[in-house]
């Protein structure tokens, strides 16, 4: 089974984001943290799981059950309900994406259960603010 955490972040004064994913697979744990150039935070979350699922996907590692953890209600609610009035376009890969799977779980949790996929946006903010000094 994969374990798949994810997360994003927006810094409104550079109306820049970081997305983020921690893979855990076969007892080992992939991580990843990425600037985006959106403002939507909601629209970021979306964007973390789609990139964290191409990711698992590329590396032909898809065979397996992927249990997903956000911090993102809409995340989980639209995944769950197959449908988001505003977020339907990245919702609708995501679902492709999810396709590709034996089978999914998407749950939700509190920041502090998922504190790595929170850890690495904070970390890569860091960075963003000293470069953008």
């Not at 374990?3 to 972040?9: I, P, R, S, V």
């Not at 991580?31 to 590329?58: C, G, P, S």
């Not at 999914?104 to 890569?124: G, S």
Request: glycine share 2%; proline share 2%.
């Amino acid at each position: 089974m994969i374990k798949l955490y994810t997360d994003a972040g927006l810094n409104t004064n550079l109306n820049l984001g970081v997305v983020s994913f921690v893979i855990r697979i076969d007892n080992k744990i992939y991580t990843d943290a990425q600037i985006q150039n959106f403002d939507d935070n909601h629209f970021l979350e979306f964007l973390a799981l789609k990139i964290a699922l191409t990711n698992i996907i590329k590396k032909g590692w898809n065979d397996e059950i992927v249990l997903i953890h956000s911090d993102s209600q809409i995340v989980v609610d639209s995944v769950e309900k197959k449908y988001s009035k505003h977020y339907q376009p990245i919702l609708n890969e995501i679902l492709q994406n999810l396709e590709q799977f034996p089978s999914y779980f998407i749950k939700h949790v509190a920041d502090k259960d998922n504190r790595e996929a929170h850890a690495l946006v904070h970390q890569k903010m860091l960075t963003v603010r000293k470069n953008h000094r």
